[in-house]
């Protein structure tokens, strides 16, 4: 049962134009998200994050929204850069899962010169 | 700052050989997890620990055990490598606290496991 789910395996954008990013989840009780972005033979790096009693938070070119009532979640990137070139997960944590992060299966965006 | 660090990055064992792959954190942590990296799975907790001494199962334990005898270090056991293991596992380290703060994990390299 897969309480994070990110339904678009790959994205393709160009330079520049925006990068839409979507994440869904099943567990109302998640309270915490987060968006990693991992590249090829690396381990994952932390993006951005957003609390359950915000609907917004923005860093630079990053914005992650939370529409609770859909249980969605979505990063933008603009403009988007040839370096955002990365696999994105997005990740979940409730107060009872106390050190425990539920991950999306990943979307591989590519932004295109 | 070293942060999280994993050894090996490659491994290619055989079914029912053994390994202990390790990981490191010097930044203090007392929260530590283990993950596995599938395609088309994401990331999935194997187990984590949210201090020195205290383990606990994640979504897919089985095959795997770990041990916190000291805060810097968490190592994951398999104790009969299966063709099922093979996967790329990641180690993390956090703050304890979820969900009140900006908190975050922050991740090693990767181990890169093949059973044969």
């Known amino acids: 049962d897969q309480q994070v789910k990110q339904n678009s395996p790959s994205l393709s954008v160009q330079e520049g134009r925006i990068s839409i990013l979507n994440c869904d989840y099943t567990?109302?009780?998640?309270?915490?998200f987060l968006w990693y972005k991992k590249y090829p033979a690396e381990g994952p790096t932390f993006l951005i994050s957003?609390?359950?009693?915000?609907d917004k938070n923005e860093d630079g070119r990053f914005t992650v929204f939370l529409n609770k009532s859909a249980k969605h979640l979505s990063l933008h990137i603009v403009p988007s850069q040839p370096g955002d070139s990365a696999v994105y997960f997005c990740?979940?944590?409730?107060?009872?899962?106390?050190?425990?992060?539920?991950f999306g299966q990943g979307t591989t965006l590519q932004v295109k010169p | 700052n070293a942060g999280v660090t994993q050894t090996p990055k490659f491994q290619v064992l055989k079914t029912g050989q053994s390994m202990t792959l390790q990981c490191a954190q010097d930044?203090?942590?007392?929260?530590m997890s283990w993950y596995r990296q599938d395609p088309g799975m994401g990331l999935r907790l194997i187990h984590y620990s949210v201090g020195a001494g205290i383990t606990d199962q994640g979504e897919v334990p089985n095959g795997y055990n770990v041990s916190r005898s000291t805060t810097e270090d968490f190592p994951l056991r398999l104790l009969s490598a299966a063709p099922s293991q093979t996967s790329v596992y990641f180690c993390?380290?956090?703050?304890?606290?979820?969900?009140?703060?900006?908190?975050?994990?922050?991740f090693g390299q990767g181990t890169r496991l093949t059973v044969v």
């Open positions: 957003i609390s359950s009693i915000k």
């Open positions: 990740a979940a944590s409730a107060p009872s899962n106390t050190g425990k992060l539920i």
């Open positions: 930044m203090n942590h007392e929260y």
């Open positions: 993390a380290s956090s703050t304890q606290l979820w969900g009140a703060t900006n908190t975050e994990a922050f």
């Open positions: 567990n109302s009780m998640f309270d915490y």
